[in-house]
């Protein structure tokens, strides 16, 4: 790590670690709403909303801080990237909980189900990898892992884009379905985005 003669901003850190505890929520209400009926899910909805929101207010914060601050922990554009890319997953997440509110959705297809389980291993792993951006160190299993969720996530797709076109779902249904499926892959991308920028800031930094 490259020695530096002046302090640094360290509330940034927190920040961080907050936003992606954060997304911890996300993805726990994310596989409530598995295992909700219909009637449940719009109270499921309102609380990823409120997690939504709170994703916001976090994400404006570091955009507060870093416009504010004369100094910060590393690049000023990493520390954007970061902060957008961690907001970003919080948005797709609650788009996709609407989304199956609003086109009441009586049944989700199978693969969902393991959508949802590696959007929230890999909230589990960003949450557990933002402390580690203080010192630098103890990341490299984090992006490796990430991304390897992430192209699990892509197969995970295909497989249900290919069950959805398989000639059993009224068109209408497709097309609701398939946006779903699709906003969870884009969460998928989100999280690797968020990997790939921690470690463009290490290696930055180391």
């Given at each position: ?168 779902y009224d068109a209408m249904d497709v097309l609701k379905l ?29």
């Amino acid at each position: 790590m490259r020695f530096r003669l002046t302090p640094r901003e360290t509330s940034f850190y927190d920040m961080f670690a907050a936003s992606a505890d954060n997304i911890v929520t996300g993805s726990k209400l994310l596989m409530e709403l598995l295992g909700a009926d219909a009637s449940a899910r719009a109270e499921i909805a309102e609380r990823m909303r409120a997690a939504e929101h709170a994703g916001d207010d976090a994400t404006h914060a570091i955009f507060h801080q870093l416009n504010s601050s004369f100094i910060t922990p590393f690049d000023r554009e990493d520390i954007y990237s970061l902060a957008s890319s961690l907001d970003d997953i919080m948005d797709f997440m609650e788009e996709a909980v609407d989304l199956v509110v609003l086109y009441n959705v009586e049944e989700l297809p199978k693969g969902v189900d393991q959508q949802i389980e590696v959007l929230a291993r890999a909230a589990e792993l960003t949450a557990e990898a933002m402390p580690h951006l203080r010192t630098m160190e103890n990341l490299t299993e984090y992006w490796i892992e990430v991304n390897r969720l992430e192209n699990q996530a892509d197969q995970i797709h295909r497989k249900l884009l290919a069950h959805l076109f398989n000639g059993k779902y009224d068109a209408m249904d497709v097309l609701k379905l398939k946006q779903i499926v699709d906003v969870l892959e884009e969460a998928a991308d989100a999280f690797e985005h968020v990997a790939n920028t921690v470690e463009t800031i290490a290696v930055k930094e180391s």
